[in-house]
């Protein structure tokens, strides 16, 4: 599967931004979807999950309450709502398709990786 994210863009601190990431083939459906961010200087980090269905979702902390991942597997993409953001939310943020629901939050477990779509929030 190949992945293509966009959405990404420069805003000021408190406002929104939702991420896109299409995916090609016809298996989107089977894939589990994460995405992670990494700043500058920075190692890439786990942000967000969803399972295949769409009804399992998990986040990192620093995210959790101000972000929601959400699919739809009819247009081959998942999303990621960004609200409230914050300076320390800047970063390249790329999807990534997994084949299970295990060990989410490590890049490891994804096989597949888009191109990453630049977030920055200035204060």
């Known amino acids: 599967v190949q992945l293509q994210a966009s959405g990404g863009g420069l805003v000021q601190a408190g406002a929104s931004l939702r991420l896109s990431c299409v995916a090609s083939g016809r298996t989107f459906r089977s894939y589990v979807m994460g995405w992670f961010r990494q700043a500058p200087g920075k190692e890439r980090e786990f942000v967000a999950v969803?399972?295949?269905?769409?009804?399992?979702?998990y986040y990192t902390d620093s995210v959790r309450g101000r972000s929601t991942i959400s699919r739809d597997n009819a247009k081959n993409t998942v999303y990621l709502q960004m609200n409230i953001l914050k300076p320390e939310d800047t970063a390249i943020y790329y999807c990534a398709a997994g084949e299970r629901f295990s060990g989410v939050t490590m890049a490891s477990t994804y096989a597949h990786w888009g191109q990453g779509t630049q977030v920055t929030v200035s204060s």
């Open positions: 969803i399972g295949q269905s769409g009804e399992t979702r």
